[in-house]
């Protein structure tokens, strides 16, 4: 899909692209923008939503006891998460495979035990969520 071409612009670049497919490689850009990080601010489900806005009001990590603390709902926030990252693919705001901008933390003392210590965002997105978050 290319958002704002017509139909006849898309079947041209589609055929131009086939015609020159030997010596192209093409990449998928799964790289979080702030505009990719609105629009996931936009679909989040609630969950998924207060969950980014804990992790970045935290830092980058929030630990589980500080959210339990908030009377915040740990059984669900990975599975919003997903939920809104496939509604992204879904709806053709991001390619597939794009990585989760919060992650659960499991901890390294006692990997068996599958119980959350917390929730992390990478320090990259840090800057790109909470520019998405503020504007």
């Not at 958002?3 to 670049?13: I, M, V, Y």
């Not at 989760?100 to 035990?113: F, I, L, M």
Request: avoid cysteine.
């Amino acid at each position: 899909m290319i958002r704002g071409a017509s139909p006849a612009f898309e079947e041209g670049l589609l055929a131009l692209i086939a015609e020159h497919a030997d010596d192209l490689t093409i990449e998928v850009d799964r790289q979080w923008t702030v505009e990719r990080a609105k629009d996931f601010v936009r679909i989040a489900t609630p969950a998924a939503r207060t969950l980014l806005h804990d992790v970045l009001h935290g830092g980058g990590y929030r630990a589980a006891a500080d959210l339990r603390d908030m009377n915040r709902d740990l059984a669900g926030p990975a599975i919003s998460l997903t939920k809104t990252l496939t509604k992204g693919v879904v709806d053709g705001l991001w390619p597939s495979g794009m990585p989760a901008p919060v992650t659960a933390d499991y901890g390294r003392e006692k990997p068996q035990n599958k119980k959350v210590e917390g929730y992390r965002m990478a320090a990259d997105l840090i800057p790109v969520f909470t520019a998405a978050v503020e504007g």
